[in-house]
């Protein structure tokens, strides 16, 4: 199995020289990496919402950090 010239990871036989993350194409080839990746971001990103949701549901003044972290004041 061939391996992507930019980051190593081990990408499909036929599909080049890249894989889909280092292409920047989330369709491109058939690794599926930029897809699963793109998937987890959007879980956690739900994840953080219901997160936020909650504690804005409370009387707490709360504010998010650059990082996303949640400071109670």
């Excluded at 930029?34 to 709360?62: F, H, P, T």
């Amino acid at each position: 199995m061939p391996y992507c010239t930019s980051c190593g990871g081990r990408i499909p036989e036929g599909q080049g020289k890249s894989c889909s993350m280092c292409y920047g194409d989330i369709a491109h080839g058939k690794d599926r990496y930029y897809e699963g990746w793109a998937r987890r971001q959007d879980e956690q990103n739900e994840s953080d919402n219901k997160s936020l949701e909650r504690i804005a549901g409370s009387e707490e003044v709360v504010e998010v950090d650059i990082r996303g972290c949640v400071i109670k004041m």
